[in-house]
């Protein structure tokens, strides 16, 4: 009877398995999808960090992804080295309150796009919810240290989301000229347009409306 029990949690445990890849499983507690999931009461100080410096690791997993695909072209060149800054921001104030650092796990979580159309659709998506993220950090008690860092955070990811915006309009514009088509607007239409629609992770499923200026930090 005993040997038949361990044969059946056995076979329960593969089949869940097979059917619940651990990746994807993985990376719905892992920043933003993380931060997400969690209610505002049981969003500590502690939760807050690891799930910032987990979406910093994604995006720059993201990013380095992308590069290996289609080479260190701007924006993504430069925003990558802004991820690393951001990383290092966050660093000393996990030691600081004793916070477990989390394993980076940008690059196995990164998605590889088809195509450049792609790549800054994703960048875009990443950027937006990363900046919801921190504006819902920023309505809470935080520490005056946190909170500055928090701040510059979201300003970057508004910069990136604009040098996002600006990278596919200009790879639209390029593409309608190369086919003779008039340009049409990409990512600044509101919410619900997006190009090619491939399957979303949880950082692309959030709104896309944001003001379009300022530089890459």
Not at 79 to 98: F, G, M, Q, V, W
Not at 136 to 159: C, H, I, M, T, Y
Not at 181 to 210: I, N
């Amino acid at each position: 009877m005993k040997k038949m029990m361990n044969f059946w949690v056995t076979g329960i445990f593969f089949f869940i398995g097979l059917v619940l890849p651990t990746g994807a499983v993985a990376e719905k507690n892992y920043g933003v999808s993380g931060a997400s999931a969690v209610g505002e009461e049981d969003l500590s100080l502690e939760k807050m960090l690891v799930f910032s410096i987990q979406d910093e690791y994604l995006a720059r997993g993201e990013y380095q992804k992308i590069m290996e695909k289609f080479g260190a072209r701007r924006p993504f060149s430069r925003i990558i080295k802004a991820e690393e800054r951001h990383i290092s921001l966050l660093k000393p104030l996990l030691e600081k309150y004793n916070v477990t650092p989390p394993p980076d796990r940008g690059v196995e979580f990164a998605e590889v796009p088809e195509n450049l159309a792609e790549a800054f659709q994703i960048g875009v998506e990443a950027e937006i919810a990363n900046i919801e993220m921190y504006t819902r950090f920023l309505k809470k008690d935080l520490p005056e240290d946190v909170r500055k860092v928090f701040q510059r955070l979201l300003a970057g990811s508004k910069n990136h989301l604009d040098a996002f915006k600006r990278g596919s309009r200009r790879l639209e514009f390029q593409m309608n000229s190369n086919s003779g088509k008039s340009p049409r607007g990409h990512c600044d239409k509101g919410k619900g347009q997006h190009f090619h629609g491939k399957k979303k992770r949880g950082w692309q499923k959030m709104s896309q409306s944001r003001q379009d200026a300022g530089f890459v930090q």
